[in-house]
């Protein structure tokens, strides 16, 4: 069944040949890659990055990211004590616990997010507007009085915080009856010697729910396709030029320095947590 919408916004019922008049009629015809036509990027944001878009609220999470809020929330606020939220990188986890932060707190919870690197730039601003937010070495040395004025923890990346660490916030909500969200991202372990089942073992005890982000929030069709077709050269590029992805070779640390410090400051610098073994 087809319908056309008139003018005057009203739904008609016409046929089919209705509409191939219509289609060969058409006199401007994009004929090119529409994929072109549309940058995922300008839709997409980090609440570490683009942190007063976020808090102003200009951005959107997909279908599978609003249900699992409504099911993180709604466990924050009830008798589920602890969600594990696992998901691949790109599957928009950090966003998600942001959001789910925000909305705690406009319900009045005091949520604690524990960050497994040094609290950067966005997080800083973020302070500022009144949220806790620590590292995970800081932690440790948290005084009484934070535990007790705390209702939630969220801890982001947990994967890549150390396992005593891990440990003594499996402790602090025993000791102190509190709620948490932890999330991670299974097959990403930067730590060599952090094992990622015993992490998970570590962890089981105070599992209640567990969710899984599969939907992919965060994408670049032409990188995604040059590091499949650069490690694997067999396989078949769907994206066959690549004018937005460059390639630079450094033989010293040295020399990387330099050049980063060349780069433009719209560009944002990918570090790792913990240094590499060279």
Not at 197 to 204: C, D, V
Not at 210 to 219: G, H, I, V, W
Request: glycine share 4%; aromatic share 10%; hydrophobic share 40%.
């Amino acid at each position: 069944v087809l319908y056309e919408l008139k003018p005057n916004n009203e739904l008609h019922r016409v046929s089919p040949k209705r509409l191939m008049k219509l289609l060969q009629e058409q006199q401007h015809i994009y004929k090119d890659n529409v994929q072109v036509l549309f940058d995922v990027t300008e839709y997409l944001i980090s609440p570490l990055h683009h942190t007063q878009a976020f808090l102003a609220g200009q951005y959107f999470l997909n279908s599978q990211q609003s249900q699992f809020k409504t099911t993180l929330v709604e466990g924050m606020l009830g008798t589920e004590q602890c969600i594990a939220l696992t998901g691949d990188s790109g599957t928009g986890k950090t966003l998600l616990l942001y959001d789910v932060a925000k909305t705690l707190q406009a319900n009045d919870v005091d949520v604690l997010i524990v960050q497994s690197g040094i609290v950067q730039g966005g997080q800083h601003l973020l302070k500022k507007e009144g949220w806790l937010i620590v590292d995970a070495q800081s932690f440790l040395q948290l005084p009484k009085h934070w535990y007790e004025q705390v209702d939630v923890l969220i801890i982001d990346e947990t994967q890549k915080i150390d396992e005593p660490i891990v440990a003594r916030i499996g402790e602090s909500m025993q000791q102190y009856e509190l709620n948490a969200i932890f999330a991670y991202d299974p097959e990403h372990f930067l730590h060599v010697l952090t094992d990622a089942k015993h992490i998970e073992a570590m962890l089981a005890p105070h599992i209640t729910r567990s969710l899984n982000l599969t939907a992919k929030f965060r994408m670049h069709k032409e990188l995604l396709a040059f590091i499949q077709h650069f490690f694997d050269m067999s396989k078949r590029a769907y994206v066959h030029q690549f004018s937005r992805v460059t390639m630079e070779y450094f033989d010293s640390f040295e020399g990387l320095s330099l050049y980063m410090q060349t780069l433009p400051n719209n560009w944002h610098l990918l570090n790792f947590h913990a240094p590499f073994d060279e």
